[in-house]
């Protein structure tokens, strides 16, 4: 380390530090400092984004079944399209409207939470409600490609059952039986499934 006979020159030696180094310290602190204010400005932003989000789900949810409400729904899904909560009550939204006998609404909901949900479950459970509204809709080619695009191995059974309702309806029976045969191999237990593979000799004798 360079050493200093007197207190005047350890001085000179740190003005010319100072001099040479001084404005990159001074910025560089001032960047860690901006930095970290940013990240924290940031930070909070987004909990309060989060909280305001929650609040409009409680407030929008709450009125369901009361009059205006799909208006009010509505909005807040077009608001919060990116949020969690805006899938959720897409979900709802879309329940409300199947149990009204409303399957366009229904099914646009439904599409409005696969394409905007971030969450991959919920994505799969949009998708599969989405294909019953379309079987009920007669929409048969749509719900074979809704289907198609699901590709978590957890709902295999499900899916290929819900292939076995388009395919009888379109008087697909082998078809039909396959795939009914397949989503039982997966869910054994399902007494449904299984009345609905009996049910389709009935259906191809007629």
């Known amino acids: 380390m360079e050493q200093f006979a007197t207190e005047e020159q350890q001085v000179e030696a740190i003005k010319r530090f100072w001099k040479e180094h001084g404005t990159a ?13 940013g990240w924290r400005y940031y930070s909070e932003t987004q909990i309060e984004s989060k909280e305001a989000a929650s609040v409009a789900y409680q407030n929008a949810v709450e009125t369901f079944g009361s009059e205006g409400s799909d208006a009010k729904v509505n909005a807040f899904i077009e608001e919060n399209k990116d949020s969690g909560y805006a899938s959720i009550a897409g979900l709802l939204a879309a329940k409300q409207a199947v149990d009204a006998g409303d399957l366009d609404a229904a099914a ?10 971030e969450n991959d479950e919920l994505k799969v459970l949009a998708s599969l409600r989405l294909s019953r509204v379309q079987i009920e809709m007669n929409q048969l080619d ?60 009935v259906s191809a004798s007629q």
Do not use: C
């Open 25 to 37: 310290i001074i910025v560089g602190a001032a960047l860690g400092l901006g930095g970290l204010w």
């Open 108 to 117: 646009s909901h439904l599409n409005s939470v696969v394409t905007f949900a």
């Open 142 to 201: 749509a719900a074979l490609s809704t289907l198609s695009n699901v590709t978590n191995d957890a709902f295999s059974a499900e899916i290929s059952e819900l292939k076995g309702d388009v395919y009888q309806k379109q008087g697909k029976f082998d078809d039909a039986r396959l795939a009914y045969s397949n989503a039982l191999e997966k869910n054994a237990n399902n007494p449904l499934l299984q009345m609905k593979l009996d049910n389709l000799s």
